[in-house]
């Protein structure tokens, strides 16, 4: 299990961030930071943070908890659990943090449910990473009908879709980030949505600052900037049609998605890896349950041409 690529040199492709953002949006979140967030503490729980996201999403303030990225919130929320269910192919970050602190996983590949019966937590994420397939709502309904359910949405703002975070609370928590669409990767900002009951329990076994002044302030600068994420991802969206169509040319198999990446379950999938890595594209090895292949962040057309020009020698 790979969780932390290795990457020397070349394009990025592995980690699905947003390559499309303009330099001018992270001028404006540098221009936001002042001595005030350097000097001092930030709110306890980021309770300033947690009141913006409520309001860009309609939510309720109490049902917002902030962490410093999505991850440290699955650790959080896996560290409430004894039996984690997890819904293949995934994320293997789940996988990990549960066995990392002793937890039973019960594992099922889409679109079982059974053998996930008596788990604590049931963890799905969609849109789902590593194919980019979004979940039929009759299948997250009937994950809602066994327990508790983790959905994460890290990449739901490439979707078009609103998700489900209007309906978290009730057995449904909802885990979102600052890391993908948002393009703030590096400063480690992600929210949870669920329950006020389950918020206080968490925050009973969680340090008050999560966050610090400087990722705060630029994620606070970043909701106000959102029409510059909007537009970076119509445009990725333009890109990944142009991507669809030279892989037809190719014959490059590959599974239609509502990310920012694109999954090509190539029988030859781990020569296509090595044969891109030496062309200087640095893409992600997917070898998990149900899903074998290559997955590819998509960056602008002049980086994705090399790509293509790449998979045109082994196709």
Same mark, same amino acid.
Do not use: C
């Given at each position: 299990m790979e969780l932390i690529p290795q990457q020397s040199t070349g394009e990025r492709l592995f980690y699905n961030e947003n390559l499309f953002l303009p330099s001018e949006y992270y001028e404006e979140l540098i221009r936001a930071i002042t +001595?005030? +967030?350097?000097r001092f503490y930030p709110d306890p729980w980021n309770s300033r943070l947690a009141s913006a996201i409520a309001e860009f999403l309609s939510l309720e303030r109490e049902k917002v908890l902030v962490g410093a990225g999505a991850d440290d919130l699955l650790r959080l929320l896996i560290g409430q659990a004894d039996v984690v269910g997890i819904v293949e192919p995934s994320y293997s970050m789940y996988e990990f943090l549960a066995k990392s602190m002793g937890k039973e996983v019960r594992a099922?590949? &889409?679109?079982?449910? #059974?053998g996930l019966k008596g788990a604590d937590l049931i963890v799905v994420n969609s849109p789902n990473n590593p194919t980019g397939l979004m979940y039929p709502e009759g299948y997250l309904e009937e994950l809602m009908s066994l327990g508790t359910v983790l959905l994460d949405e890290a990449y739901v703002e490439f979707? #078009? /879709? /609103? #998700? &489900?975070v209007k309906r978290a609370g009730d057995g449904l928590i909802v885990v979102r980030t600052f890391s993908k669409a948002w393009g703030l990767a590096g400063l480690r900002v992600g929210y949870a949505v669920m329950d006020e009951g389950l918020i206080r329990e968490l925050k009973a076994r969680a340090l008050p600052y999560q966050v610090s002044g400087v990722s705060e302030a630029m994620a606070l600068k970043a909701l106000t900037l959102h029409k510059f994420v909007e537009e970076a991802v119509r445009e990725m969206n333009s890109v990944k049609e142009w991507f669809y169509g030279e892989l037809d040319r190719l014959g490059v198999p590959y599974l239609r998605s509502w990310t920012n990446f694109v999954f090509l379950p190539l029988n030859n999938y781990r020569d296509a890896w090595r044969l891109l890595k030496e062309r200087g594209y640095q893409v992600r090895l997917v070898e998990r349950p149900g899903a074998r292949g290559i997955r590819v962040t998509l960056a602008p057309i002049p980086v994705m041409e090399g790509v293509v020009r790449a998979l045109g020698e082994i196709s």
């Amino acid at each position: 299990m790979e969780l932390i690529p290795q990457q020397s040199t070349g394009e990025r492709l592995f980690y699905n961030e947003n390559l499309f953002l303009p330099s001018e949006y992270y001028e404006e979140l540098i221009r936001a930071i002042t +001595q005030k +967030q350097i000097r001092f503490y930030p709110d306890p729980w980021n309770s300033r943070l947690a009141s913006a996201i409520a309001e860009f999403l309609s939510l309720e303030r109490e049902k917002v908890l902030v962490g410093a990225g999505a991850d440290d919130l699955l650790r959080l929320l896996i560290g409430q659990a004894d039996v984690v269910g997890i819904v293949e192919p995934s994320y293997s970050m789940y996988e990990f943090l549960a066995k990392s602190m002793g937890k039973e996983v019960r594992a099922v590949r &889409y679109p079982e449910v #059974g053998g996930l019966k008596g788990a604590d937590l049931i963890v799905v994420n969609s849109p789902n990473n590593p194919t980019g397939l979004m979940y039929p709502e009759g299948y997250l309904e009937e994950l809602m009908s066994l327990g508790t359910v983790l959905l994460d949405e890290a990449y739901v703002e490439f979707s #078009g /879709e /609103e #998700g &489900y975070v209007k309906r978290a609370g009730d057995g449904l928590i909802v885990v979102r980030t600052f890391s993908k669409a948002w393009g703030l990767a590096g400063l480690r900002v992600g929210y949870a949505v669920m329950d006020e009951g389950l918020i206080r329990e968490l925050k009973a076994r969680a340090l008050p600052y999560q966050v610090s002044g400087v990722s705060e302030a630029m994620a606070l600068k970043a909701l106000t900037l959102h029409k510059f994420v909007e537009e970076a991802v119509r445009e990725m969206n333009s890109v990944k049609e142009w991507f669809y169509g030279e892989l037809d040319r190719l014959g490059v198999p590959y599974l239609r998605s509502w990310t920012n990446f694109v999954f090509l379950p190539l029988n030859n999938y781990r020569d296509a890896w090595r044969l891109l890595k030496e062309r200087g594209y640095q893409v992600r090895l997917v070898e998990r349950p149900g899903a074998r292949g290559i997955r590819v962040t998509l960056a602008p057309i002049p980086v994705m041409e090399g790509v293509v020009r790449a998979l045109g020698e082994i196709s």
